[in-house]
């Protein structure tokens, strides 16, 4: 056996480490089965100190370390390379809520916390952890913080990076960093816990963290509103916020073909008015006093838009089952446009005034280059954010599809890189978009990456091979 | 004539350059007086790209730069030193509002526009840039960011950084960063404007940034609350937050000491209640409802804390005017101090949850130590900031009670650092806790701070003597 491995075997014990292949493949490859990687071996620390312990061996024997958390990844970050001499750590036994500080709304957590379970910790000490996300059964807190990781709260409550006050971190020299501060303002110097947040495990090892709470929502209103065009969102989306401030919790816009294909494909989904329009927003506003007040809000907000044909139609679901009717409508976009046959998906932000001349320009720009491809346009417009996806031409193979990926990629980011967006707006880089981001940020700030990187990783032991 | 400063006036022209003693006087000085330099010159950029090529001009003479603002800050870090080699670049000139985009919520703005001038172009929009603070008159936009002021809006809308989506930055080479993206989601790598951010001008000068907008406040309350003890605001706090969420926009500590300070040395001030009470709250709701419902709200939980007897008294403002009453006696407390004597200001922050028992151990300590010491102690505690200021006892002088101020602040940072707090919330290191913070920060982090700090400016010209 590998002197390595049984170092690591001695500091872990035997429960923490898995050298056998058979044994370490689910954590070999990622969640959409893109990347199947070989690593030496798969290690399961308990605490801290044990990570440093690996890091430190790894450190010495210039051996790759890659993080794992729930390994729910969408671009392939916490999958080690083919190999067959990195070690992956995962964190997954990590998971104990350190304390609630309900006075300071704030929990200590490990870095294998798994989401839904923080969730229900905060919701048992009366208080709410906002991030939500599809994968918020299984992912885990340490790879939401080294993906910054977005979801169906950002608009009302940030992403990941704004959910927490402290850090702590296992660098690469395996040395442990006790930035686990609960305080809301500390201006003693550089913020270095921002360095680490978002950085996808390629400058240390996050291993606990103090996060945010925050006052639980007590009534709810939510609505689907029909319109005619993008430019209708946003005039929505200014009413809501003008009238509703931070009770708009969410603000989701669909097209009318993201609503056929769910119809389609979704035998008991119904259609939210008895005609049909060619957009929709689903927007929710909550608050935290009970009661309609809240209900009235939204009323007041649609009841002036419909007035002022702002709007086309719209309907405030009249139950909890209604709410959760109209969610399902919009939650089940991407697994109908799977069934619909093989797809290409993007991840961008655009600046929100952009949204409607972006959407046009890139749908004519692929329809040019690509015609009869389909655009599955859906997403978190409150945040800029475009789940911007291309269905092939109907009947036509995915085999065939995919030798278009790049170009259609292409398209997609360069209209992106027009309109000063992003390519990857919650998704983050790994290695799917890796070389990708380089066409698009400047040599300078790839430089300035770099610098960061190497200085506080200067053999490059960290997540070899992700972001940069 | 220098060469430097000849090539900075090629760049700059006359009107840019302030190269006699006399005239430069005013940028030579920090705003208390504390420090006085004498720096080579004094440049006043029209441009960004004039700042890039003044940096560059310094970083190949190897000569100090040091980025100054509105000059308010109060810990000299926008001071040269005193060996006149140092370039002082003011970018009070680049006062530009580039853009405001209504529908992504956003500003385009220079590093000098005025604070207060941001609040006005953003309100003839039809929005909110919460940021305020008592400089808001004079201090500028860079100087806010480079230091993550704080201010009175924390509570609702966090510090600067939390206001910030891009920024322009001048690096230590010359070369521009343009990070000016108006997105609220971008996860394509390493957030580089976290580091510029609370930098205090050491990594690069901040020439532009996009800010965050916000909906505007239609209706507001304010109250003055009493209580018998620091657990009770605590107790409020919880209240308040459960029942009014994000309406809670200020939650103000104050106690009895203060109040009769302020009468004491304010004539026209009065008390918010006929009898005196030993602490009290400050309070304000707001909402971006127009009507009562707010002062609605407001009377639903000072009702409940009365009727639970966990609040003592509570007075709402009946009007504008007893509204601005109740926050000018909060917004005296600091001139009434001054007034009273020699004093010696802490701004610290400590968990929330902690500040009954840090009020209680560190008075012990001080009047120990320190018998006849008065703490002025107020604060924003929805933030956990207190302004832990300790006057000295009656009728002893300045220069005796100025002798006692580095084992007074040693008492009162290392209490801070029991509870595991900040020595500086939100005014920064500059040169006054330089060397204060050593002591206090891990050399794990330290470490840490000065090998970025290396690695972007190697030759140490960006604000010498500042913040490491």
Chains 1, 2 share one sequence.
């Not at 208080?127 to 990781?149: H, K, V, Y």
């Not at 292409?410 to 990708?436: N, T, Y």
Request: hydrophobic share 40%.
């Amino acid at each position: 056996m590998n002197d390595l491995v049984e170092r690591i075997r001695n500091i872990v014990g035997p429960a923490g480490l898995i050298s056998s292949p058979q044994e370490f493949a689910p954590y070999a490859t990622d969640w959409r089965k893109r990347y199947r990687g070989a690593p030496l071996a798969v290690v399961r620390p308990a605490s801290t100190s044990e990570v440093a312990a690996v890091v430190r061996a790894c450190a010495e024997s210039r051996t790759g370390v890659v993080p794992q958390g729930g390994n729910t990844g969408l671009c392939g970050a916490a999958t080690p390379d083919e190999s067959g001499s990195q070690i992956v750590v995962n964190l997954s036994r990590m998971s104990r809520v350190r304390g609630i500080d309900t006075h300071n709304n704030t929990m200590t957590v490990e870095a294998g916390c798994v989401l839904a379970n923080l969730q229900k910790a905060a919701e048992e000490a009366g208080r709410l952890f906002p991030l939500s996300l599809a994968a918020e059964g299984s992912c885990e807190i340490g790879g939401n913080l080294s993906t910054n990781a977005g979801g169906t709260a950002v608009l009302r409550y940030g992403n990941t990076r704004d959910l927490v006050l402290g850090l702590e971190v296992v660098l690469p020299t395996g040395e442990i960093w006790d930035g686990l501060r609960g305080l809301r303002k500390d201006n003693t110097g550089y913020d270095l816990k921002q360095l680490f947040v978002g950085a996808e495990g390629t400058l240390g090892v996050i291993t606990a963290a103090v996060l945010k709470l925050f006052p639980m929502p007590k009534s709810r209103a939510t609505a689907v509103v029909a319109l005619e065009n993008p430019e209708g969102a946003l005039g929505l989306l200014e009413r809501s916020l003008e009238e509703g401030g931070e009770r708009l919790t969410g603000f989701e816009l669909f097209s009318d073909f993201c609503l056929s294909l769910v119809l389609k494909h979704f035998k008991d989904a119904a259609a939210p008015f008895a005609r049909r329009f060619p957009h929709y927003v689903l927007m929710e506003l909550s608050d935290t006093r009970s009661g309609d007040a809240v209900a009235g809000v939204a009323e007041n907000i649609l009841g002036a838009a419909l007035e002022g044909k702002a709007i086309l139609d719209a309907a405030i679901a009249q139950s909890d089952a209604q709410a959760k009717a109209f969610w399902k409508l919009r939650d089940s976009i991407s697994e109908a446009q799977a069934h619909e046959g093989p797809n290409i998906k993007h991840d961008v932000s655009i600046p929100i005034s952009q949204i409607p001349e972006f959407i046009r320009t890139t749908d004519a720009e692929l329809l040019r280059a690509h015609p009869g491809v389909r655009m599955v346009t859906f997403g978190h417009v409150g945040d800029g954010n475009l789940h911007y996806n291309v269905s092939a031409p109907e009947g036509v193979a995915p085999d065939v599809f995919v030798r278009h990926a790049a170009a259609i990629n292409r398209v997609v980011h360069d209209s992106v890189a027009r309109f000063r967006g992003s390519i990857s707006a919650e998704h983050g880089l790994g290695q799917l978009k890796r070389e990708e981001i380089v066409r698009y940020k400047s040599p300078l700030e790839l430089d300035l990456m770099r610098k960061i990187k190497h200085v506080l990783d200067p053999d490059g032991i960290m997540n070899p091979g992700k972001v940069l």
